[in-house]
């Protein structure tokens, strides 16, 4: 067991992988953000919906789940290890104090969270090969700092590696959703973790961005898990 992540399901050979940075608002006890608590139930400290949809994917044979287990406002997952960013002083304009660390402070939490949460990943994509890693993320409406609207259901995000979402972005129009083709934002800008573990190793990956609306209460989790669990199936067959 480790406070950076956890595995639910057991992975299989050939399977499918649902990897979520940012499923958990967990905040030590030993750390003090300095912030209001009411800000760790908001998108800046948690994906909202994923950790229960990826729960419910790993229900299915041949699907299983890599979850961050600490708020990305601790530490976040899906940023490069070298930018400030991996450790915020600030979110969606909401300042986060307790991150104003030394080198020391920052190195520190590199050392217990960051670190182990990726050499994890990387050691179970090594011994047990996927045919397909899901990128699980979700995203608010609309920021805070913002007044632009964000009307998608679903975004599908790539940064060079496009295979899989070319086939999953008519899949999931077929479903009469609102697609996003690189959007809220550009998997080229923010594919940290997908970089790393799959297009650096010529893995195949989908990265997913479900609006939290739609995944905010057990109704709409089951139905986008039925939902990515069927897709993320079709995307693993043709692609192989």
């Given amino acids: 067991m480790s406070e950076a992540y956890a595995i639910i399901g057991a992975p299989r050979f050939g399977g499918i992988l649902v990897v979520s940075d940012h499923a958990s608002n967990r905040v030590p006890d030993d750390i003090d953000l300095g912030i209001d608590a009411a800000l760790l139930n908001q998108h800046v400290a948690i994906d909202i919906g994923v950790a229960e949809v990826g729960a419910l994917m790993a229900q299915q044979a041949g699907i299983a789940a890599f979850q961050g287990g600490i708020s990305r406002l601790v530490c976040d997952f899906n940023r490069d290890e070298n930018l400030p960013t991996v450790v915020p002083i600030a979110s969606d304009g909401h300042a986060i104090p307790g991150n104003a660390l030394d080198h ?50 679903v975004g ?5 590696d496009d295979r899989a979402a070319r086939i999953a972005i008519p899949l999931l129009e077929a479903e009469g959703l609102c ?25 195949p990956y989908l990265g997913i961005e479900v609006r939290q609306d739609l995944i905010g209460d057990a109704a709409g989790q089951a139905e986008w898990a039925a939902r990515l669990a069927k ?3 079709v995307v693993a067959v043709e692609i192989s």
């Fill in 179 to 203: 697609v996003g083709n690189q959007q809220p934002y550009s998997g080229k800008l923010l594919n940290a973790t997908m970089n790393r573990h799959a297009e650096a190793d010529g893995r």
């Fill in 156 to 160: 599908v995000l790539y940064n060079e």
């Fill in 104 to 153: 020391a402070g920052h190195q520190a939490r590199l050392a217990r969270f960051f670190r182990p949460y990726h050499e994890a990943l990387a050691a179970l994509l090594a011994e047990t090969p996927q045919a397909l890693i899901l990128s699980l993320h979700s995203f608010t409406p609309q920021l805070a700092s913002s007044s632009e609207k964000r009307p998608w259901h």
């Fill in 231 to 233: 897709i993320a199936n």
